[in-house]
C-alpha cells in the first residue's frame, strides 16, 4: 500500500534511504555506557532450542535411549559435571565454563505451554504469565523502571524484537548492507529532516547509530582474510545462519560471519556511548528432521557469537552477563524423522565475566519416564522469568519491587534466582 500522507520527494528519499541500510528505524538514542557499566546481553534463539542438544545430560540413565540416534555420544560431548556435557560445537562456552564464566539452567521454561512458536515466543518477550498479556517487552520495561537517560538499548536485527519495545526508545542496528560513504543522499535526507521535530532527530539518530557499526567493525575487524577454498572471501554478513540445515561445508564461512556479528555487537558496546542491553534473535532452531546436522551447525553459530562477543568485550567482559534462551524445548524422544518435536522445558546458557562460578541453575527433574512433563518432554523445574529477575536485581541493581510489580507483573510464584553475580 503506497503511504499517500508523504509527498513524493519524501518518499523516493525514504525507500532509498532504506536501501542503504539507513532506515528511520534507528530512533533509539545510546549513552552512559561508560567502562565498568554493567552490560546485559539477551540471546533468543527462535524455533524452539533442544535443550538435551545443547547441555546432554551424558550421566542420565535415561538418556540414551530416549535420544537414540541423535544422542550425543559421551566420547564426543565437552564434560562439564558427573551428569551434563556441551555440545561438541560449543567450545567456546566450554572453555568459558571451565574458567567458571558459563553455566547451564538445564530444565527451564516460561509459564506457557501450548508449543506454539508464535505463544510461546510472545510470553518469553513480554514476561507475562499469558499469551498476549502485555504489548511491551520486560527489557523495555526495565528500561523503563531504570529511569531514562539511565540505560539505553540496542537491538541487532531488520525489526526491534518484542521483547525491546514499549515506552523507551531502543536503537536497532541490522547486519549487512552498510553507509555508502560515496553517497551524498544521507547528508542530504538529514539537511531535508533537520526541522522536522519527528524525522529530524530520528534520522539523525540512524546516522549515528550506523556510524557506530562502521566504527564497530573497522576497530574490530581481522586483518583482509585470504580467499577461502573455491575463491570466495569471507563474508560479513550471515547468509549461512538462515540457511536451514546449513550444511557442513559452510561451517567456516558462517562461523566466521557469526563470529564477527558478536564482535561487532560488543564494539557497539565498549563506545562510551554505546549501549548497556542489547537483543540478538538467532533463527533455525525448529529441528522436526536431521536435527543432528542442523543442531550442530545451529549451535556452531551460537558459539560464534558468543565468541566474538567474548573477544569483542574485552575488558569490559568482567562486567557482562550473557544469557541465551529459547521459546520452548523439544520432546525427549526422538521422532521417526530423526528429530524432535515441540517441548516444555529447555537449556539456557549464561555466560560472562560477572558470572559465579557454580554448577547447574535450577533442579535436574531427570529423564525417566514418570519425570517427563505430559509423558514426553523435560520437565520444567525452573520459571524463566526467575531467571530473568534474579539477573536484573543482582546484575544491573534493578530496585526488586520494580521487577515484581512492573517488570514481571504476575510474577510472584517465579522467586528471584540469586547469587549469580
Known amino acids: 500500500m503506497t503511504d499517500r500522507s508523504l509527498p513524493p520527494s519524501r518518499r ?20 552512559h555506557a561508560a567502562d565498568g557499566a554493567k552490560k546485559l ?4 534463539c527462535r524455533g524452539g532450542m533442544d535443550g538435551l542438544s545443547v547441555a546432554p545430560p551424558i550421566g542420565d540413565p535415561g538418556y540414551a535411549a530416549l535420544r537414540g540416534p541423535i544422542a550425543v555420544g559421551a566420547e564426543a560431548a565437552l564434560k562439564l559435571d558427573d551428569t551434563f556435557a556441551l555440545h561438541p560445537s560449543l567450545t567456546t562456552v566450554h572453555a568459558l565454563a571451565r574458567q567458571g564464566q558459563a553455566r547451564i539452567a538445564p530444565a527451564i521454561a516460561t509459564p506457557d505451554r501450548a508449543r506454539s512458536h508464535f505463544e510461546a515466543q510472545d510470553v518469553l518477550e513480554t514476561g507475562e504469565a499469558k499469551v498476549y498479556g502485555a504489548d511491551s517487552g520486560w527489557l523495555n520495561r526495565t528500561l523503563e523502571v531504570m529511569g531514562p537517560g539511565k540505560t539505553e538499548a540496542l537491538s541487532v536485527g531488520t525489526t526491534a524484537p518484542l521483547i525491546l519495545r514499549g515506552k523507551v526508545q531502543a536503537a536497532s542496528w541490522s547486519p549487512g ?5 560515496a553517497a551524498r543522499l544521507p547528508t542530504l535526507l538529514q ?9 529530524g532527530p530520528a534520522f539523525a539518530r540512524g546516522l549515528e547509530t550506523e556510524a557506530m557499526a562502521q566504527a564497530a567493525m573497522t576497530a574490530l575487524a581481522p586483518a583482509p582474510a585470504p580467499p577461502a577454498e573455491g575463491g570466495m572471501m569471507m563474508a560479513a554478513s550471515t547468509p549461512a545462519m538462515n540457511r536451514p540445515g546449513g550444511r557442513p561445508a559452510d561451517n567456516r564461512q558462517g562461523r566466521e560471519a557469526a563470529r564477527k556479528l558478536g564482535s561487532t555487537l560488543a ?6 556511548d554505546g549501549p548497556q542491553i542489547a537483543a540478538l534473535s ?6 522436526h528432521a536431521g536435527q543432528v546436522g542442523q543442531i550442530a551447525t545451529r549451535l556452531t553459530y551460537l558459539d560464534a557469537v558468543l565468541d566474538g562477543l567474548h573477544e569483542g568485550l574485552g575488558p569490559e567482559w568482567k562486567n557482562t552477563v550473557v544469557v541465551a534462551v529459547t521459546e520452548f524445548g523439544r520432546t525427549a524422544r526422538v521422532n521417526g524423522t530423526g528429530g524432535t518435536d515441540h517441548g516444555t522445558a529447555s537449556t539456557a546458557l549464561l555466560l560472562g ?9 535450577g533442579d535436574w527433574p531427570t529423564l525417566s519416564e514418570t519425570a517427563l512433563f505430559e509423558n514426553r518432554d523435560v520437565a520444567p523445574t525452573l520459571d524463566m522469568r526467575g531467571l530473568f529477575k534474579g539477573v536484573l536485581i543482582d546484575h544491573l541493581g534493578v530496585d526488586r519491587a520494580d521487577v515484581e510489580r512492573k517488570v514481571f507483573v504476575d510474577s510472584a510464584g517465579a522467586r528471584p534466582v540469586t547469587g549469580l553475580v
Open 353 to 361: 565475566g560477572a558470572l559465579k562460578r557454580g554448577g547447574i541453575v
Open 267 to 272: 564494539g557497539f558496546m565498549r563506545q562510551a
Open 282 to 287: 538467532l533463527d533455525g532452531f525448529d529441528t
Open 41 to 44: 546481553v539477551v540471546v533468543v
Open 191 to 199: 539537511d531535508l529532516y533537520k526541522g522536522d521535530p519527528l524525522l
Open 177 to 181: 548492507k552498510g553507509l555508502d560513504e
Open 12 to 31: 523516493s528519499f525514504l525507500a532509498a534511504a532504506a536501501s542503504l541500510g539507513v532506515a528511520v528505524s534507528f530512533v533509539g538514542r545510546q549513552a
